[in-house]
């Protein structure tokens, strides 16, 4: 089982240490950074991956997907645009209920247009009478 180095710049460190390395190659600057494992038979990989991530997140970017509340959102966004489905129905996704807060069991009044069709949402009060 490979080894990694325990040593792992994060943060201000590893930007400082980047930095200094101006110059080499970026396997030089990852493993300088402590990104490298050791396998069994003593040869050293460099982990350039973990080392990016690591880079991308001090200086301020997030490359996990997740929130600055740890959450993370999955699936695509929103692109405002769908397709009528092969068996003739439209599919509104979730990245649109979500955007919308909306809930299971909440009712929409559809009126069509020429060329649109105008999704309205019912309150409670109206499906109540």
């Known amino acids: 089982m490979p080894r990694k180095s325990t040593n792992q710049l994060t943060g201000e460190a590893l930007l400082k240490k980047v930095k200094d390395l101006d110059g080499k190659t970026q396997e030089e600057i990852a493993k300088a950074c402590g990104y490298y494992t ?3 038979g003593g ?3 460099v982990s350039t991956l973990k080392f ?4 991308a997140y001090a200086q301020g970017l997030n490359l996990d997907g997740k929130s600055a509340s740890g959450s993370s959102r999955g699936g695509r966004s929103a692109s405002y645009r769908i397709s009528v489905q092969a068996n003739g129905n439209l599919l509104i996704g979730s990245a649109y209920t979500k ?3 909306l809930e299971p069991g909440d009712e929409f009044e559809i009126t069509l247009g020429r ?6 949402q019912v ?3 109206d499906a109540a009478v």
């Open 38 to 40: 050791t396998t069994k």
């Open 123 to 125: 309150s409670e009060e």
């Open 52 to 55: 990016y991530k690591a880079l």
């Open 115 to 120: 060329k649109h069709i105008k999704l309205t």
């Open 43 to 45: 040869a050293e990989r």
């Open 99 to 101: 955007q919308m807060n």
